[in-house]
C-alpha cells in the first residue's frame, strides 16, 4: 500500500519493478570519496531521491541515495550510502524505477472481476439499453445467440477495468 501522503492499494507491477531493481543491482565500483562532490552527482538533497529500505519487522537493510545516471548509460548510477562520503557506481539502481509521484504508484484498478462469475451485461445509451445474460457456456441477447467473440472483448475489457491516470486536484476543482 500506498501510506504517503495518503493511503492507497499500489499498482503490484510498480513494486514488482522496484524490486526487481533492488534484487538485481550490484555496487560494480568506488569512484569518490569527497562529499564535496556529491552535487556533481546529484547525489545532494534537492536532486537525489532518498531510498530507505526496511524489513517486515521494521529494520532497516539499506539507506542511501540515488544520484544522476552515468552519462552514456541506461542502466547505471551514482549511489551513496547514508552517513558515508563514498560514491559508488550501482548497476541496475536507475531513477527510472524510483523516480515516482503518489499517481504513478497508485493502483488503478476501478472494477476486478472473475470472468467466469460474471452472468449478465447491462450496455445502456440515454433510454436504450441491450442485456446480455450467460446461459451455460454460452450468451445470449434477447433469447438468441450472441457472438461470442464479440462479448468475451466486452468481459475482457469490462473485468480488469482500470483508469489510464488519475484527475489532478485542479481539474477537479469546483465539481
Known sequence: ????????????????????????SVVE??????????????????RSIKL??????????VEGRIGKQILGSWDRSYFNFEGSSMVYVVKGLTRFHFEKRPQDIKSRMILEAAKDKISSI????????????????????????AAEDKVMAIVNTLAPL???DFAEPHETAGG
Open 29 to 46: 565500483e568506488k569512484i569518490s570519496n569527497r562529499k564535496d562532490k556529491f552535487i556533481d552527482f546529484e547525489l545532494d538533497v534537492a
Open 52 to 61: 530507505h529500505i526496511k524489513n517486515q519487522k521494521g529494520d532497516t537493510l
Open 1 to 24: 500500500r500506498l501510506v504517503l501522503p495518503e493511503d492507497y492499494p499500489v499498482q503490484e507491477s510498480v513494486v514488482k519493478d522496484m524490486v526487481s531493481a533492488l534484487a538485481f
Open 122 to 145: 447491462v450496455l445502456s445509451v440515454g433510454s436504450k439499453s441491450v442485456t446480455i445474460l450467460r446461459d451455460g457456456s454460452s450468451w445470449k441477447i434477447r433469447g438468441k445467440p
Open 162 to 164: 482500470e483508469a489510464n
